[in-house]
């Protein structure tokens, strides 16, 4: 059986290819979502949603919900760390910067923590209720087929297999990937760690309402790792390293589950109910590359990072918004097909960033651990230790006695923590010390909103990017081509609205001042006479030319261009091109950057030939 419901078949409901089947919805492209399992995610996994990410939400129709449905993130947004949740407290630390006001003034919308399995729900719910989405879960895609035109995808589910043709392929399906691996792409990444992650659900409020947070880190003997405090007080996850072969994910009972829980909240929780029990791997990888032909990857199938940052999730769904609006515009002839190109060359090295940022916030950690002389470096070289050959040669129950008794000795200075002695109290005394030194791991919105394209489809201008004097923790704003659009308010009709609402989604826009006014707006209208793709102009200032009233001023001290300059910005929201004054022919470099931007040169001059 063969059907052409779509023009992209997208491979994967998780957060990412949910996000960009809905946002090719919204330009107009059929779509076809492929999803193996039939329900969504039953796990809370992740829960950090960056303001950035918030941003693409928001552009579905879905921030403000998710932001009305989450808890109140300002209430808990520490980091604690115990030794136990009943036990001692050896400090905490802000998510949030000193100035909150000034956090929430970088844009119409603000971070927030609303865990996975509570977000598909939300996405699968718009997607069954979008026409332009054929939604088909319980299927897989078992192979595809790529012709010069397109390619056909062979779906697979119980009751038989159907082809669908589409123009492009995303695979959003996972870091595992299936779809990657039928592509045969592989991955420069590495193994971090295996970590267990026990879903459990018990009301710990009376441990926790006093230091609500989002993380809290246990530090004992019977049990290193983190509670996640998905939903508080009563939703949780607890992950803790494992070591396999010798310790299997199958000996992770539900009363040895038990165990580890009672260990890390320091009483046994009378309402405890274990949820799910999943192994998982920690790793640092991405993808040899992100395009083969007509397919294309995206989320954690072109990335895997640590979760020691939260930016798993968030660079698959920016990934997602940076792809759709080019995958748009080529499907409607609006752009020519080597924008695409610009897919990798824009995301991949963002991912790079973020995946640095990840592993240096995991080795960071060993800091912390270093006052009772620890180090996560001990993990891995016990790691390195139990697969050499010497070790495996062993049998199988000395493995595991083995593995038992080094982690037994290696955790033991952990006690000192909990101990009512000299001793401990100089411990914890240089541990509350060191946690200012965390602080990059938990505040970044300069990672969050301050990345920008250097190479892509952006015409750099021969200015230095600048960056704040720490680019993860502090967002300098810039119209620097690549950034994001800085956000400020504006005023149309009497309605106060961010800038950001007044982008086009399917097009680009021109922001400039009243002074070349009708300079620039002659300049659209002359490109938009032969250009496909919708160009507006819009004006920001004081003047009855306004299109949009700034009282404060805003845009003259935030768009580093001139009083007759413009800021070309993308359907992404992110800076293509800028003039710094108005030139001598606006029309015709208004007119040669957008060919350039959108890959039209080439198919204008094989037009003209013809």
Same mark, same amino acid.
């Given at each position: 059986?063969?059907?052409?419901?779509?023009?992209?078949?997208?491979?994967?409901?998780?957060?990412?290819?949910?996000?960009?089947?809905?946002?090719?919805?919204? %330009?107009?492209?059929?779509?076809?979502?492929?999803?193996?399992?039939?329900?969504?995610?039953?796990?809370?996994?992740?829960?950090?949603?960056?303001?950035?990410?918030?941003?693409?939400?928001?552009?579905?129709?879905?921030?403000?919900? $998710?932001?009305?449905?989450?808890?109140?993130?300002?209430?808990?947004?520490?980091?604690?760390?115990?030794?136990?949740? %009943?036990?001692?407290?050896?400090?905490?630390?802000?998510?949030?910067?000193?100035?909150?006001?000034?956090?929430?003034?970088?844009?119409?919308?603000?971070?927030?923590?609303?865990?996975?399995?509570?977000?598909?729900?939300?996405?699968?719910?718009?997607?069954?209720?979008?026409?332009?989405?054929?939604?088909?879960?319980?299927?897989?895609?078992?192979?595809?087929?790529?012709?010069?035109?397109?390619?056909?995808?062979?779906?697979?589910?119980?009751?038989?297999?159907?082809?669908?043709?589409?123009?492009?392929?995303?695979?959003?399906? &996972?870091?595992?990937?299936?779809?990657?691996?039928?592509?045969?792409?592989?991955?420069? &990444?590495?193994?971090?760690?295996?970590?267990?992650?026990?879903?459990?659900?018990?009301?710990?409020?009376?441990?926790?309402?006093?230091?609500?947070? $989002?993380? !809290?880190?246990?530090?004992?003997?019977?049990?290193?790792?983190?509670?996640?405090?998905?939903?508080?007080?009563?939703?949780?996850?607890?992950?803790?390293?494992?070591?396999?072969? *010798? *310790?299997?994910?199958?000996?992770?009972?539900?009363?040895?589950?038990?165990?580890?829980?009672?260990?890390?909240?320091?009483?046994?929780?009378?309402?405890?109910?274990?949820?799910?029990?999943?192994?998982?791997?920690?790793?640092?990888?991405?993808?040899?590359?992100?395009?083969?032909?007509?397919?294309?990857?995206?989320?954690?199938?072109?990335?895997?990072?640590?979760?020691?940052? &939260?930016?798993?999730?968030?660079?698959?769904?920016?990934?997602?918004?940076?792809?759709?609006?080019?995958?748009?515009?080529?499907?409607?002839?609006?752009?020519?097909?080597?924008?695409?190109?610009?897919?990798?060359?824009?995301?991949?090295?963002?991912?790079?960033?973020?995946?640095?940022?990840?592993?240096?916030?995991?080795?960071?950690?060993?800091?912390?651990?270093?006052?009772?002389?620890?180090?996560?470096?001990?993990?891995?070289?016990?790691?390195?230790?139990?697969?050499?050959?010497?070790?495996?040669?062993?049998?199988?129950?000395?493995?595991?006695?083995?593995?038992?008794?080094?982690?037994?000795?290696?955790?033991?200075?952990?006690?000192?923590?909990?101990?009512?002695?000299?001793?401990?109290?100089?411990?914890?005394?240089?541990?509350?010390?060191?946690?200012?030194?965390?602080?990059?791991? !938990?505040?970044?919105?300069?990672?969050?909103?301050?990345?920008?394209?250097?190479?892509?489809?952006?015409?750099?201008?021969?200015?230095?990017?600048?960056?704040?004097?720490?680019?993860? $923790?502090?967002?300098?704003?810039?119209?620097?081509?690549?950034?994001?659009?800085?956000?400020?308010?504006?005023?149309?009709?009497?309605?106060?609205?961010? $800038?950001?609402?007044?982008?086009?989604?399917?097009?680009?826009?021109?922001?400039?001042?009243?002074?070349?006014?009708?300079?620039?707006?002659?300049?659209?209208?002359?490109?938009?006479?032969?250009?496909?793709?919708?160009?507006?102009?819009?004006?920001?200032?004081?003047?009855?030319?306004?299109?949009?009233?700034?009282?404060?001023?805003?845009?003259?001290?935030?768009?580093?261009?001139?009083?007759?300059?413009?800021?070309?910005?993308?359907?992404?929201?992110?800076?293509?091109?800028?003039?710094?004054?108005?030139?001598?022919?606006?029309?015709?470099?208004?007119?040669?950057?957008?060919?350039?931007?959108?890959?039209?040169?080439?198919?204008?001059?094989?037009?003209?030939?013809?």
């Amino acid at each position: 059986m063969t059907n052409a419901p779509g023009r992209v078949v997208v491979v994967g409901a998780g957060p990412t290819g949910l996000t960009l089947a809905l946002l090719l919805a919204r %330009a107009g492209v059929r779509v076809t979502l492929v999803e193996r399992n039939t329900a969504p995610q039953p796990h809370p996994a992740a829960c950090i949603l960056d303001t950035r990410t918030l941003e693409v939400f928001r552009e579905i129709g879905q921030a403000d919900r $998710i932001i009305a449905a989450s808890q109140n993130v300002f209430d808990r947004a520490n980091i604690s760390w115990v030794t136990t949740l %009943a036990g001692r407290e050896l400090g905490r630390c802000s998510a949030l910067p000193p100035d909150v006001d000034a956090l929430l003034a970088l844009s119409p919308v603000h971070a927030t923590v609303y865990p996975q399995n509570r977000l598909e729900p939300m996405l699968w719910q718009q997607v069954y209720e979008t026409a332009e989405i054929d939604f088909r879960p319980g299927h897989n895609c078992t192979t595809i087929t790529e012709t010069e035109h397109g390619v056909t995808c062979t779906l697979v589910t119980g009751a038989g297999q159907l082809d669908v043709s589409a123009d492009y392929v995303v695979a959003c399906d &996972g870091v595992g990937s299936p779809v990657r691996r039928l592509a045969g792409i592989g991955t420069d &990444g590495r193994l971090i760690q295996h970590m267990i992650g026990v879903y459990f659900t018990a009301d710990l409020g009376a441990m926790v309402d006093h230091r609500k947070s $989002i993380l !809290y880190w246990t530090l004992n003997s019977d049990a290193l790792g983190v509670l996640i405090a998905h939903w508080l007080p009563e939703e949780w996850v607890l992950f803790v390293p494992y070591y396999p072969p *010798q *310790q299997t994910a199958e000996s992770y009972t539900e009363s040895r589950c038990r165990s580890l829980i009672e260990h890390a909240v320091g009483i046994t929780p009378p309402d405890l109910r274990i949820k799910l029990v999943r192994p998982w791997s920690l790793g640092a990888a991405v993808a040899d590359r992100y395009r083969q032909g007509r397919l294309f990857l995206a989320g954690d199938a072109a990335h895997s990072f640590p979760p020691t940052g &939260g930016l798993g999730l968030n660079t698959g769904v920016q990934d997602a918004h940076n792809l759709a609006w080019k995958l748009a515009a080529v499907i409607r002839d609006e752009a020519g097909p080597d924008l695409l190109d610009s897919y990798e060359t824009e995301r991949r090295p963002v991912a790079r960033i973020n995946l640095e940022h990840s592993v240096a916030n995991f080795d960071q950690m060993s800091d912390l651990l270093q006052v009772v002389g620890l180090s996560l470096k001990q993990q891995e070289r016990l790691q390195a230790a139990q697969n050499s050959r010497m070790f495996t040669s062993l049998p199988a129950r000395w493995q595991r006695n083995a593995i038992n008794i080094a982690l037994k000795q290696a955790l033991a200075p952990l006690q000192i923590f909990s101990e009512a002695s000299g001793r401990g109290e100089r411990a914890r005394h240089d541990f509350e010390r060191r946690i200012p030194g965390q602080a990059r791991h !938990y505040r970044f919105a300069g990672l969050d909103l301050g990345f920008a394209y250097q190479n892509g489809a952006v015409i750099p201008d021969g200015t230095p990017r600048p960056v704040a004097d720490d680019p993860v $923790i502090d967002y300098r704003p810039t119209t620097w081509p690549g950034a994001r659009l800085p956000h400020f308010n504006v005023v149309r009709a009497g309605e106060t609205i961010s $800038i950001h609402d007044a982008i086009l989604p399917s097009g680009f826009t021109l922001l400039t001042g009243s002074q070349a006014a009708s300079a620039w707006r002659q300049a659209v209208r002359n490109v938009g006479r032969t250009l496909r793709m919708p160009v507006a102009c819009l004006v920001v200032g004081p003047g009855p030319d306004a299109d949009f009233r700034d009282p404060a001023d805003t845009w003259a001290k935030l768009s580093e261009v001139g009083r007759t300059g413009a800021v070309l910005v993308r359907p992404d929201g992110h800076v293509a091109w800028r003039a710094h004054d108005l030139p001598d022919g606006p029309a015709e470099a208004l007119d040669v950057a957008l060919h350039r931007l959108l890959s039209l040169t080439h198919m204008a001059r094989a037009a003209e030939t013809a």
